[in-house]
């Protein structure tokens, strides 16, 4: 049986018959004609998308730079923790030498005749001053630092009844001018 083109096509539905519409067209017909409001996206809303993008954005953000901030002052706070436990250092070793001159060398005493000549490790003490004023003899020195400067300051009270005081400062730095510079005390009554 042989059938002819026209009719072939027309069983087969190769090409559509005029004013016949397939499924698929009517779909697409079907959306086209909908308004915006019908598909779910009103004209209204449409930035919401675009705010709730900006709004979690700068949430995220802001705890960010929370976050850092707290990590930073951590940081500063870590390094002057540090700081400060090298002015302790240099304050008890420095009130370890005048402690050792004044038990083992007896240089603080209140007849002791004028300069002393101390060495706390390796090197002389410097700014060397003995005072006496009513009942009281006091001498200060200060420890150098081996590149130059002052690590600590020390100041030794003695009374005639053999009552002994001793104030020892350390720094952080030998540089006098740090604005960082951190001092840190000791002090000895016996």
Known sequence: MIMNTQAKQKIT???PV??????????????LSHSSSERGTNPRNRGFTLLIAVVMTSVILSVGLALLDIAYKQVVLSSVARQSQVAFYAADSAMECALFWDQKMNVFR?????SM???CGSLDVV????????GLRTTTFDVPCAGGGISASVIVTKT?????????????????TDPRRIERGLKVFY
Request: include cysteine; charged fraction near 15%; charge should be negative.
């Open 18 to 31: 005029r004013g016949f519409i397939t499924p698929s067209e009517k779909q697409c017909e079907s959306n």
């Open 160 to 176: 005639p009844a053999a009552v002994t005081n001793i104030y020892a400062n350390g720094y952080s730095t030998c540089n006098v």
């Open 110 to 114: 209140w007849d002791f005749p004028g």
């Open 117 to 119: 000549n101390a060495k």
């Open 13 to 15: 539905g190769s090409e």
């Open 127 to 134: 700014n060397p001053g003995v005072s006496q004023t009513g």
